[in-house]
C-alpha cells in the first residue's frame, strides 16, 4: 500500500521533486514559499544532491542554466517577485532549448503586494514573460498531492521538447497541509539516458555548444520557425485538465489551482440545489485545454470563469470558445479569495438572466 | 617540413572577429594553448559572456555556453556543482563582470566556487560602440562621457582585484596585462597557475588582464600599448594579490 502522509503543499512539492529524480536546487528566500528551499536543504543534503542559497532569483535562474545544461535535473522555486527577476535567464534558456523546472507559488501583486495567494502571474507564466517568441509548459497544481506529483511530470515534459517547464502554484497551497500519497517508483537520477546535447566536456566527440543567439541572417528567424513547430506539437499533445460533471452540465465553471478546489465546493451547492453545474479544471496553463473548451461551447451556453486576479485566464477560454457562449466572471485580485457561496449566488444570476 | 608555431589545438579553426590591435585574440591564444598544454580540453567547459567576446563560444575548442550578459558566475556555478569532474571557466568582460554582473562575481567568489574565471579590462564596452565602463579611469573619453569621466557625476572606477581581496572566499586574484611580449608571459603564467588551483580544487581564481581596446579607445594599436604602460597600469597596479596556497607555505 501506498504511503500516506500529512505534508504542507510546499513539503510535499520538495518530496516530488527528489522523487523526480532531480538532484539540483538553487533558489533565493521569499515568502510564502520559504519552506521549499528550507525543507530542499535537507532533503538535498540527504540524498547527496546540490543545494545552493544563492544571492538573487537571478543567480538561481542562471545556476539552473548552467546545471541543466550538463544534463541535470535542475529546478528553483520562487514566489512572484522573485520569478519576475528569473524571466531574463528563462528567456535565454528557452531560447537555448533547456530543459528546467520553477515552481512559483504566487502571491498577490503587482510590486511587493502581499504575502496572500494569488493567480496573478498567468499572463506573465503562459504568454512569455521574458522577451523573445516562446513559451514555458505550465503545470497548475490544485492540492498537496499534485505538488507532489507534478515535478516528475514537469521534468518528463521539459525534457522531452527541451523546454523550460513552470510550477504555477500559490500561497494557499504551498502553506496548506493535506494527505499526500507517496506513489509511484522514485526516478534515480543516473538512470536518465545521456543525451547529444549534453556538455560534458568533448572526449572522444565533437565539441557542443549552447546558446540563444544567432546573427546569420535569416537563421534566426528559422531557429525561431522551428521552436513555432515544437509548440505546436505540444499543444496538440500536452492540453490537460480535469473535467468534474461537464456531461450533463448546463453551466460550466473554468477555474485552475486553488480557485477550482473553491469553485468545486460552489458546484457542490449548486447540484444540492439541482442546478446542473460542472467544472472544468485546467492542468496546463500552456498549452492551455482549448479543444474541450471549445468543444463545450458548442453545446453550452453560459461559462463562468473563477480567478484569483483581475482576469487573466478569461482571455484564453474566450479565445477557445470563439464567440459561441456567454462568459462571466468572478475575480479577487491583490491576494483576496473567492468563496463557495459567491460562486453559487452568481450561477443564480446568470440563470436568472435566462 | 616541421611546423614550428601555429594555430593550438584549444581554439578552432573559425576566423575571429576582432579588432586590430585588440587583447583579446592574445588572451584566447593563451587559453588554447593551456587547455592543451594541461590536457584539460576534453573535460573543460567553457562560458560565453555578452559583449566583444560574445562570440568565444565559436573559437575555444571545446564545449561552450553562451550565458546571459553578467550571469556567466552563476552559470559556471551551477556547472561545477552538478559535474565537479568538468573544468569549468568563464570569460568576460568589464561591463560584464564589474557592471551589470557584480553581485554573480562577489557572491562566486564568496563562496570560493571552484572555477576560474578570466576577466578582460579594457576600460570600456568595446561591442555596443565604447561607452562609459565601471572601469573607465577618471577623465578618460566614452561616447557617454565625451568630456572625459566626471567622478563628481559618474563616479569612481571599481578595481576589482582590490574589491575582491577584502573578502575571506577567493583562493587566487591576480592582475596582468598583454601589452609587451613580458607580460604576455607572465599572464599565461597567471592564467596557468589559476586553472591549476581549480584541477587541484582549491576554489576561485579570477585573472585580471589588462587589455588594449584601440577602437574603443579612439587610438592606434601601437598607441593603445603605451596607454595601457603608462596610464592603465598606474591605475590598476598588475601584481598578485592573493595567493592562499603561498599563504599556507
Redesign the interface.
Known amino acids: 500500500m501506498a504511503e500516506k502522509q500529512l505534508m504542507y503543499g510546499n513539503h510535499a512539492l520538495v518530496e516530488g521533486v527528489i522523487y523526480a529524480g532531480c538532484r539540483f536546487f538553487a533558489g533565493y528566500p521569499i515568502t510564502p514559499q520559504n519552506e521549499v528551499p528550507e525543507y530542499m536543504s535537507i532533503r538535498m543534503n540527504e540524498v547527496g544532491g546540490v543545494f545552493l542559497q544563492t544571492e538573487s532569483e537571478l543567480a538561481a535562474i542562471n545556476m539552473l542554466f548552467g546545471a541543466a545544461s550538463t544534463g541535470a535535473r535542475a529546478m528553483t522555486s520562487s514566489s512572484s517577485p522573485g520569478i519576475s527577476l528569473m524571466q531574463e535567464g528563462l528567456s535565454y534558456i528557452a531560447g537555448a532549448d533547456v530543459p528546467v523546472l520553477v515552481a512559483n507559488v504566487v502571491r498577490g501583486g503587482p510590486g511587493l503586494g502581499n504575502i496572500a495567494p494569488a493567480q496573478s502571474d498567468y499572463f506573465q507564466s503562459v504568454k512569455s514573460g521574458g522577451h523573445g517568441d516562446y513559451h514555458t509548459i505550465v503545470l497548475a497544481p490544485n492540492s498537496a498531492q499534485e505538488l507532489f506529483e507534478f515535478p516528475k511530470l514537469g521534468f518528463e515534459l521539459a525534457e522531452k521538447y527541451r523546454n523550460p517547464a513552470l510550477i504555477l502554484a500559490d500561497g494557499l497551497l504551498g502553506q496548506m497541509m493535506e494527505h499526500v500519497e507517496i506513489k509511484g517508483e522514485p526516478v534515480d537520477p543516473k538512470s536518465l539516458p545521456e543525451k547529444d546535447w549534453w556538455l560534458t566536456g568533448c572526449k572522444g566527440r565533437e565539441r557542443r555548444v549552447i546558446r540563444s543567439y544567432d546573427l546569420r541572417p535569416g537563421k534566426l528567424e528559422e531557429w525561431n520557425w522551428q521552436r513555432w513547430e515544437k509548440y505546436q506539437k505540444i499543444i496538440k499533445n500536452e492540453q490537460r485538465y480535469e473535467g468534474i460533471k461537464i456531461d450533463d452540465a448546463e453551466i460550466i465553471i473554468v477555474a485552475y489551482g486553488t480557485s477550482a478546489r473553491i469553485a468545486e465546493a460552489g458546484l457542490r451547492i449548486a447540484r444540492e440545489n439541482g442546478i446542473k453545474v460542472g467544472l472544468l479544471r485546467p492542468i496546463t496553463l500552456w498549452p492551455f485545454p482549448a479543444d474541450i473548451t471549445g468543444e463545450l461551447s458548442k453545446k453550452i451556453e453560459n461559462f463562468l470563469v473563477v480567478e484569483m486576479s483581475l482576469g487573466q485566464m478569461i482571455e484564453d477560454v474566450k479565445l477557445a470558445i470563439e464567440g459561441r457562449s456567454k462568459v462571466y466572471f468572478i475575480g479577487h485580485p491583490g491576494g483576496g479569495l473567492p468563496n463557495a457561496q459567491e460562486v453559487y449566488n452568481k450561477i443564480l444570476e446568470i440563470r436568472g438572466k435566462k | 617540413m616541421k611546423l614550428l608555431f601555429g594555430r593550438p589545438a584549444g581554439l ?1 579553426e573559425i576566423k575571429q572577429r576582432y579588432c586590430s590591435g585588440c587583447g583579446h585574440g592574445i588572451v584566447h591564444r593563451i587559453i588554447g594553448e593551456l587547455l592543451v598544454e594541461m590536457n584539460i ?5 567553457g ?2 559572456p555578452v559583449g566583444c567576446s ?1 562570440f568565444a ?2 573559437y575555444f ?8 550578459h553578467g ?1 556567466a558566475p ?10 565537479p ?3 569549468v571557466f568563464t570569460y568576460q568582460g568589464d561591463g560584464d563582470l564589474a557592471a551589470i554582473g557584480t ?2 562575481t ?2 562566486a567568489a564568496a563562496r570560493n566556487e571552484n572555477i576560474t574565471i578570466i576577466f578582460i579590462n579594457n576600460a570600456i564596452y568595446g561591442m555596443t560602440g565604447g561607452q562609459l565602463a565601471p572601469t573607465t579611469l577618471p577623465g578618460m573619453r566614452s561616447t557617454t562621457s565625451v568630456k572625459g569621466r566626471d567622478v563628481v557625476k559618474q563616479g569612481y572606477p571599481i578595481k576589482v582585484c582590490e574589491l575582491l581581496n577584502g573578502l575571506d572566499g577567493p583562493f587566487y586574484l591576480e592582475r596582468v596585462a598583454v601589452d609587451t611580449p613580458k607580460n604576455i608571459i607572465k599572464t599565461k603564467k597567471a592564467i596557468k597557475t589559476g586553472f591549476q588551483y581549480q584541477i587541484d580544487n582549491k576554489g576561485f581564481s579570477l585573472i585580471e588582464v589588462l587589455s588594449m581596446c584601440p577602437t574603443g579607445w579612439g587610438v592606434t594599436p601601437v598607441q593603445a600599448k603605451k596607454w595601457i604602460a603608462e596610464v592603465m597600469a598606474k591605475y590598476y597596479p598588475m601584481g598578485e594579490f592573493r595567493n592562499r596556497a603561498k599563504e599556507a607555505k
Open positions: 578552432t580540453r576534453e573535460k573543460a567547459i562560458i560565453a560574445v563560444d565559436e575548442n571545446c564545449d561552450m555556453i553562451q550565458v546571459p550571469r552563476a552559470v559556471a556555478t551551477g556547472i561545477k556543482r552538478a559535474r569532474e568538468c573544468f553581485a554573480e562577489i557572491h
